[in-house]
């Protein structure tokens, strides 16, 4: 089956807005998805307490950033994300949490443009699975680095894949029956359609390794439970 297009993706999360603009419950199909948001949260201002500028790629309706504001306010917030409809609620909530300034950029990652150096803090929260080939992955965990300045992080939240069959089939079992219980089994199979459609998770150990080669040191996993990892590292 091919994978959704750039285009695709963007129009299903421009009619998902409301869905997206929960603070308390996060996105709900993701495990422990509250928990990870206050982890990268207090991580990411505890690594990098004197962070003037944060990068939001993928930033949704702008959870991760009002989050991390509660730790560090007033920062300049930089939203990056596919879709108009998501910018705008993001930046409607994101301004009236910080007096830093907020700027809004409808863009994808692999082709928006900033300058190097421009951020001490990234956020990239149920986003990178997106990517495609091992080449984008290795790419944008590259312009990651390149874009904060030293001293900065990176923190990141997302679906993983597993190595080993055995082990990537207990976690999508895992995941089915979190699904299941959230609502019921057509929503679990819904869900795990467009995935199917839609994703190119990577293991874990895949992006740590990643993360190392392009440069960070300190590299720390928060949390993980089932198909969902927080995890982050800063650049010296």
């Not at 991580?43 to 309706?61: E, H, I, Q, R, Y």
């Not at 830093?100 to 421009?118: C, H, L, M, P």
């Not at 390794?209 to 590299?219: N, P």
Request: aromatic letters at 8%; charged letters at 25%; hydrophobic letters at 45%.
């Amino acid at each position: 089956m091919p994978k959704s297009t750039v285009e695709q993706i963007r129009q299903r999360f421009d009619n998902d807005v409301e869905r997206f603009s929960n603070l308390e419950t996060g996105q709900s199909a993701t495990m422990d998805s509250p928990l990870c948001l206050e982890l990268i949260a207090t991580c990411a201002a505890k690594a990098t307490p004197n962070a003037k500028a944060v990068l939001d790629v993928g930033c949704g309706a702008g959870n991760y950033t009002i989050r991390l504001l509660r730790e560090l306010p007033d920062l300049d917030c930089t939203l990056l994300d596919l879709s108009r409809p998501m910018l705008d609620r993001a930046a409607q909530r994101v301004t009236a949490a910080t007096l830093g300034k907020v700027r809004t950029v409808q863009a994808d990652i692999r082709e928006a443009e900033f300058a190097v150096g421009s951020f001490d803090l990234i956020l990239a929260a149920s986003v990178l699975h997106h990517l495609r080939t091992d080449d984008e992955w290795r790419a944008v965990f590259k312009r990651f680095y390149e874009l904060l300045r030293p001293g900065g992080s990176v923190w990141i939240f997302d679906l993983l894949d597993h190595a080993g069959a055995a082990v990537r089939g207990v976690m999508q079992s895992r995941y089915g029956d979190y699904l299941a219980g959230l609502k019921d089994t057509a929503y679990r199979d819904a869900v795990f359609a467009y995935v199917e459609k839609e994703d190119t998770p990577k293991p874990l150990v895949f992006q740590l390794e990643l993360l190392k080669q392009a440069g960070f040191e300190q590299i720390d996993v928060l949390h993980k439970n089932g198909p969902f990892a927080a995890f982050g590292a800063l650049k010296t």
